[in-house]
């Protein structure tokens, strides 16, 4: 399969790259990596959403024939605001970003959006892709919860999702992987467990913990990182083949090639 060229952050690719994408077997797919610009503890930078929802992307990008789209870098990240250098924006306006995104995608002959969100705290991506189904786009979000459990069971992470919910274990071995450069010495004292944490959306996350991390990455590794993003890799395919296939052919992919990803 060809995929999508990426440079850093950034994607490369030229208009020819995605025109030449277009002629092959399927409905063209765009991939939105989702961030946020929020606090990550001591050691882990405040693009830490941005970077880990990028990098899922690009390992998408290199197995599946995407266009691959550069990230939304600031999102909802109120709960957070009582730490310096967290900024955020209004789900409306998020809601209204995407929305725009998938119609100036359809637009341009686009007809499918995979949103990737590195962020928990965006609950309204979730609406955006609910409300898509008359709207000329076929979309889905990724990752969902069960795909975060499947990497994090093949990928050997010791936490649970439950505890591992901020700058912890999955997040620190992504980066560690992809960007080690980025990660303050001293993450491996850092863990914090709270798993109770009922009223977050009422009293902010500075009610549960005083360091902005919740989770251990002291068990983090940049081992960990490669196999929980080639595990989200491999589970993108059953999101490929549905937003991809012909939907005027009852689902049936575009083309008969054998060595075309599974479709459901």
Known sequence: MSSAHTSGVLPSDTSQDVRTRAAGPYRQVAVLPVGSYEQHGPCLPLATDTLVACAIAREIAAAYPVHLLPPVTISCSHEHAAWPGTV??????????VRDIAQSLRRSG???????????????????VQESADSGVRMALFPAPEDWEAARERAGVRTSLLSDMHAGEIETSILLHCHPELVRPGYESTDFIADDRRHLLTLGMSAYTESGVIGRPSLASAEKGKQ?????????????????????????????????????
Do not use: M, Q
């Open 228 to 264: 929980l993003l080639a595990t989200l890799a491999d589970s993108f395919e059953t999101y490929f083949s549905l937003v991809a296939s012909d939907a005027s052919a009852g689902g049936a992919p575009k083309t008969s090639d054998p060595e075309a990803p599974h479709r459901l």
């Open 110 to 128: 686009v007809e499918a959006l995979v949103v990737v969100n590195g962020h928990g705290g965006n609950y309204v991506l979730g609406n955006v």
């Open 88 to 97: 955020s924006i209004s789900s409306v306006t998020l809601h209204a970003v």
